[in-house]
């Protein structure tokens, strides 16, 4: 009941809101990433996201996969507002745990407006909150998180191993046939991950290795998207590869890109011809009938070689249904491949995504 009255609260400030009064910067080429800055908020564009994801192991062996996501929206708030009440900034947050010994999701969720203690988002480094949730680089450059859910409750500590990998062209990433279609973006690969996940009061230690992207933009998908595939997978010997392909609404691709980075550091930016994701199996969610490709081929073009990699579930059910905090349903789940692991985003297969 607190939760459904917050949300009732919620979204009938964000419904006030005047969409004309609020100018978004637009996301354009030239960037220059800066740190420790750019691992905080961007309050000025219109959506932002902190996304970690990645794979598990406890003492006895077994595989666990995990998900954190913070997101933040501007709302179209008139800026003369003076209202202490106007929500201003909006932020939400996601968490799974995939266990393929249960064959299915655990997952949580929070919202909030900024401010009052509820929510917040610094800008000079990054440290996001809402209520007891939390995601945060500390002085000795590690992130930590710490979330608690209905079934579960992660604590956990990131140790970068590489440096950021920007996205595109410095961190300029085009998400479509327009220019101002794109996001800033920078992803830090090969995170090891030492802490606890807890289940039903039993804290269990866990070591793993994690991925993290940042992303913010304030016009991030062309109005014919039906939404995207993502992957963004960690190789045994160091590479790294991250790879998306936006799907155009009725069928075909709207645009793709990614990036390669080799175990000696070098960087390949794929291009719109160079990115493929082929479906090799589907799943079909009860929930809500969508239908996603949950097993892929990814095919890669780098130096004119042509590459395919296989990405093979964890398990098929790792749908994350986020309705009930004002975001879509989409499919999130720990994958397989040859040489590596990583994460499969699968979005806009119940509807159309809007962003």
Do not use: C
């Not at 203690?117 to 000795?140: F, H, K, P």
């Not at 936006?246 to 075909?252: P, S, V």
């Not at 590459?307 to 098929?316: G, I, K, N």
């Amino acid at each position: 009941m607190r939760r459904t009255l917050m949300m009732a609260g919620l979204l009938a400030a964000v419904a006030v809101a005047a969409p004309a009064a609020t100018p978004y910067p637009q996301v354009k080429p030239g960037i220059v990433l800066r740190f420790p800055g750019d691992h905080g908020a961007h309050p000025a564009f219109r959506t932002e996201w902190w996304y970690v994801t990645g794979w598990l192991k406890t003492a006895d062996g077994k595989h666990l996969g995990f998900q954190v996501t913070f997101f933040r929206t501007r709302p179209p708030v008139d800026p003369a507002n003076p209202s202490r009440f106007a929500a201003r900034q909006v932020l939400f947050a996601h968490a799974a745990l995939s266990d393929p010994a249960t064959g299915r999701l655990l997952h949580g969720e929070r919202a909030a407006r900024q401010g009052f203690g509820l929510a917040s988002a610094r800008t000079d480094d990054a440290d996001v909150a809402i209520r007891d949730w939390q995601l945060r680089r500390g002085a000795d450059g590690r992130w930590r998180t710490r979330v608690t859910a209905d079934g579960f409750q992660l604590a956990l500590a990131f140790q970068p191993t590489q440096p950021p990998l920007p996205q595109g062209q410095g961190g300029y990433s085009r998400k479509g046939p327009r220019p101002e279609e794109a996001s800033y973006y920078y992803s830090i690969p090969h995170l090891r991950v030492a802490g606890t996940v807890t289940r039903a009061g039993r804290p269990v230690a866990v070591t793993g290795e994690a991925w993290l992207d940042r992303e913010w933009s304030s016009n991030y998908l062309a109005p014919a998207a039906q939404g995207w595939d993502w992957t963004g997978l960690n190789f045994d010997d160091g590479s790294a590869l991250m790879a998306f392909g936006i799907r155009r609404k009725g069928g075909g691709t709207l645009w793709a890109g990614g990036a390669l980075r080799r175990a000696d550091g070098r960087t390949m930016v794929l291009g719109p011809g160079d990115v493929a994701f082929r479906p090799v199996a589907t799943w079909r969610s009860r929930a809500t009938g969508a239908v996603y490709p949950v097993m892929q081929d990814l095919s890669i073009r780098v130096g004119g070689k042509v590459t395919t990699r296989r990405l093979t579930p964890m398990f098929a059910a790792q749908e994350l249904d986020a309705r009930r905090s004002g975001l879509p349903v989409y499919w999130e789940g720990a994958v397989r491949t040859p040489g590596g692991r990583g994460y499969l985003e699968l979005t806009g297969y119940d509807k159309a995504l809007a962003m």
